[in-house]
């Protein structure tokens, strides 16, 4: 075998062999076809994707000397030859990272004048052009701008946003994209089947997987796998990258949505004690958790290439997974990875569409306010003699219901309700209800007071506590609501979510909720919900409880956030002697 590497034996070298840029060399043949060619252009996109490739086939291609009608660069002819083998003196390649000074681009300056030693043009390849200087790229700018009739430039970079605009206004430019997963698995299997490796189809799709679209970077691990001189299975791939198995990802997923932190913490160790990176560890949950937002959105089938069961297992979970814990989630696991972001570059661009969509989808839904009965029925108030009763049409004597089972969007109290329903003192109950209410609107309900909202703001902590102790799911939904207004009618509850305020509305939830306020307040409550803007609830002025002063402490912050604490009672200081 060959010292050579893989990648640069398999490299490509013809438009035929280019994979995962169609667009790009359809437009470089047509331009050859009509001897339309630029005198500069850009090659940007991700490492790994042809850039260089490309520029050495399209050096090849401008200066073949095959015969009309035959399918430019020929790779027979004796310019194709020497430039394959790295012998032509008129295509020069500079490294921009080991040349970046004025110097070099002056010398460039002063050797681009000369003639082509053979060839029709001369063509200069600037790799990772992003890292010349600003000299640099100054006294480059006036030979790009009007370059000799005999010169072509082909500037590459990764990076195209540290170009100057000056420089990226006088290329064509051109964008590689990462290689579709398909394509880089059916090169490897055609690599190793030239080459005589053996090699597990899922193995392959692994190794594909692990480029993240980089075709060098694929190639680059089969090359070491295929090394050992072993046939390249998954347990093997699996090993040399250091990556869980997908079922442990899954199954640390599905710890998660069981709540069960003991789990997950045994699924993270069993991983690590059977090899895996931690740090690969945590690209793939990311990595599974940005499949279940894909699966929530409808993107699956077009974004996830993926075996159907691994699909199926996603959608599954999925369902379980409420949108705006999922997006909690991600930010979560993503903060806490070192040099976060780098694995999906795409992952905060689209964490913040999926927060401005859920957030602009509850300001324009706001949900109706949601109402409960109080937790304790109110002491009996003696109706005046005089009051009308106020009966419900169509139910002369309805039986009592229970508060859990009470109308959401009944915002009048169990005990009125019933009182409302009998006759009063003195009457007959079979007195005309429609001449009653002809004759007098209907009794007020017994005035309450009105708790203080400044109070119930400092004191929510307390509620939240005692709604844990009954309902942990019902508590974390509760984390991100307040209470916003207090009057007459009752307590309004304010939520950034519509998903949580609807959740939070259900009557058996409402009646958890009113009890621990209850218990708050000395006495029964009536609460609303409704959806607010984050903006908004700002703006309200509320004084902060102890506990929430010293959740704002940074070394308190970040224990909470990163080490997973909870603060369990906060004492103020003892006062000096």
């Not at 681009?112 to 700018?141: Q, T, W």
């Not at 046939?231 to 710890?255: C, F, H, M, N």
């Not at 894909?294 to 996603?314: F, I, M, N, Y």
């Not at 009457?427 to 708790?451: C, I, K, Y």
Request: aromatic share 2%.
């Amino acid at each position: 075998m060959s010292a050579q590497a893989i990648y640069r034996r398999w490299r490509p070298q013809s438009f035929e062999d280019v994979i995962g840029q169609d667009h790009i060399v359809q437009t470089l043949r047509n331009a050859l076809r009509g001897d339309r060619l630029a005198h500069a252009y850009l090659f940007t996109g991700p490492r790994g994707t042809g850039k260089t490739s490309v520029a050495r086939i399209l050096a090849k291609a401008v200066n073949c000397v095959a015969e009309a009608g035959v399918e430019r660069p020929c790779n027979a002819c004796g310019v194709c030859r020497s430039m394959t083998e790295g012998r032509a003196l008129d295509l020069i390649e500079i490294d921009a990272a080991s040349n970046t000074g004025v110097d070099d681009v002056r010398d460039l300056r002063e050797k681009i004048g000369f003639s082509p030693n053979e060839a029709r043009y001369k063509v200069y390849i600037i790799d990772e052009v992003h890292m010349l200087s600003s000299a640099a790229f100054n006294a480059l700018l006036k030979t790009l701008e009007e370059p000799p009739p005999h010169a072509i430039f082909v500037l590459a970079t990764t990076e195209p946003h540290k170009i100057p605009d000056t420089i990226l206004s006088r290329c064509q430019r051109h964008d590689f994209r990462r290689v579709d997963l398909a394509a880089v698995t059916q090169k490897l299997a055609r690599i190793c089947a030239a080459e005589g490796a053996e090699a597990d189809p899922e193995a392959l799709e692994l190794i594909a997987r692990s480029g993240t679209g980089s075709i060098r970077d694929a190639e680059s691990l089969l090359d070491q796998l295929a090394g050992a001189g072993l046939p390249i299975s998954v347990e093997a791939v699996r090993e040399a990258l250091g990556t869980p198995a997908d079922e442990a990802v899954a199954d640390l997923v599905d710890a998660l949505l069981a709540q069960d932190a003991a789990a997950g913490l045994a699924l993270i160790n069993a991983a690590l004690d059977r090899g895996a990176n931690p740090r690969q560890l945590q690209d793939r949950l990311l990595e599974h958790l940005r499949g279940l937002l894909l699966v929530q959105t409808g993107l699956d089938q077009d974004l996830l290439q993926l075996p159907e069961e691994r699909l199926a297992r996603l959608r599954e979970q999925a369902a379980l997974l409420p949108m705006p814990l999922l997006v909690q989630a991600i930010h979560r696991f993503n903060e806490a990875r070192p040099g976060a972001n780098r694995a999906l570059p795409s992952l905060p661009l689209e964490l913040a569409l999926v927060e401005t969509a859920l957030a602009m989808g509850a300001a324009a839904a706001p949900v109706e306010p949601q109402t409960v009965a109080p937790a304790q029925p109110t002491p009996s108030v003696p109706t005046p003699a005089n009051a009308p009763a106020r009966p419900e049409p169509g139910d002369a004597a309805p039986a009592k219901r229970p508060a859990a089972q009470a109308d959401p969007l009944d915002a009048t109290p169990t005990g009125a309700s019933k009182r409302g329903l009998e006759a009063p003192a003195g009457r007959d109950a079979a007195g005309d209800p429609a001449d009653a209410d002809s004759r007098a609107p209907a009794p007020p309900p017994a005035a309450t007071q009105v708790p203080d909202l400044a109070n119930l703001a400092a004191r929510w902590p307390e509620v939240l506590r005692a709604v844990e102790l009954r309902d942990r799911n019902l508590a974390a939904l509760l984390k991100d609501s307040r209470p916003i207004a207090s009057d007459a009618k009752g307590i309004t509850l304010g939520f950034f979510y519509e998903f949580h305020c609807r959740r939070a509305s259900q009557p058996e939830k409402m009646q958890l909720i009113a009890e621990a306020m209850a218990a708050l307040v000395g006495g029964p409550v009536t609460l609303r919900c409704t959806v607010v803007s984050e903006s908004k609830a700002e703006a309200e002025r509320r004084p902060r409880s102890k506990r929430d002063q010293a959740a704002q402490d940074p070394v308190v912050k970040h224990a909470l956030d990163k080490l997973g604490a909870r603060i369990a009672g906060v004492q103020d200081p003892e006062p000096e002697d």
